[in-house]
């Protein structure tokens, strides 16, 4: 029998990702992109968008996060995708509806294609607790992107096993 598990090392430069970002709240969410590419980079990966590994789309909020993902995933050629976000709570019920949609819409995408998605989007009840968990404290822009490298190492074992 085999033990799978992911690395960071192996078939490094023909990985390919997606990344997905919410432009709203974009002060958090730019810090989460470049947490994200400063951890792509250091472990050997080419993070320019004219390079042939990251392909980066921008849209309004993380509403619209998901069906990107899922149109990225049907597309093909990318080993993970990674969503990122930030929706912080405000004074209305709007906050519950956009993180549930986005979460829920998320998994979907990585269930109905097969691809692995990463959970990138910051939910917070304040600007301050966003921007601690993007920078100011720890940048968890640099976690998803370690957990996508370690999908996609993971998914392409199971495949060739
Ligand atoms: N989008 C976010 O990414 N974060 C938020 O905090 C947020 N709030 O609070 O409204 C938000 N709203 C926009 C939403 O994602 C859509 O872009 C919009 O509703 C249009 O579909």
């Not at 997905?20 to 958090?28: C, E, K, P």
């Not at 980066?56 to 990225?72: N, T």
């Not at 998994?107 to 109905?112: D, I």
Request: proline share 3%.
């Amino acid at each position: 029998m085999t033990t799978f598990e992911g690395n960071f090392t192996d078939n490094i430069t023909q990985l390919r990702f997606a990344i997905i970002i919410g432009r709203f709240n974009d002060l958090v969410t730019d810090k989460l992109l470049s947490g994200c590419q400063d951890c792509l980079k250091r472990h050997g990966i080419d993070v320019n968008p004219e390079g042939n590994q990251v392909d980066y789309v921008w849209v309004p909020g993380s509403f619209e996060v998901p069906m990107i993902a899922r149109q990225m995933a049907l597309k093909g050629g990318y080993d993970a995708i990674i969503c990122l976000g930030a929706v912080i709570r405000g004074q209305t019920p709007h906050f519950d509806y956009v993180s549930g949609e986005a979460a829920k819409n998320i998994a979907a995408v990585g269930m109905q294609t097969g691809v692995p998605v990463i959970f990138g989007i910051l939910t917070t009840d304040t600007m301050q607790q966003a921007l601690e968990r993007a920078g100011i404290k720890a940048n968890h822009g640099w976690n998803y992107a370690l957990n996508a490298l370690e999908m996609a190492n993971l998914m392409r074992q199971i495949k060739a096993n």
